[in-house]
């Protein structure tokens, strides 16, 4: 909560209700579905990605965002590698993958609730040993 620095990103593009996109979607920022995707969802660039799925938007596909938000429906498999949050009418049919999750009275998953654990640093220093073995 407080001193947090990657705080979920403003909401830059919108797929309107009544739009049907077929295809895959990677967006830096903020992105706001309120019609009908008809494949994988992912956020790219150096800051954590937000995705908004409305209470009247359908998903069909993997979603892979740092900060997801789901009052509709998803059909495939979620990924939020900070932050998941399932509002009322969240009907998610998959396993959601998860750092941190709130899961609110009335949301649906069909599907494993899978808890990720913060990686381990990639930069690795091998130690050797002080003493020569001449």
Known sequence: MFGKSNKPSPIDSLIGAGST???NIT???GLRIDGHVKGNVKATGTKPGT???SELAKVEGEIDV???V???TVAGPVRGSEYVELLPKARV???VSYKSIEVHVGAIVMGQLVYESPQKSEKVVELKS???SD
């Open 66 to 68: 740092a900060h997801v």
């Open 21 to 23: 996109i077929e295809g």
């Open 70 to 72: 789901i009052n509709g």
């Open 130 to 132: 002080a003493t020569n």
């Open 27 to 29: 967006f830096t920022g």
């Open 51 to 53: 995705l908004v799925i």
């Open 93 to 95: 049919t998959g396993n």
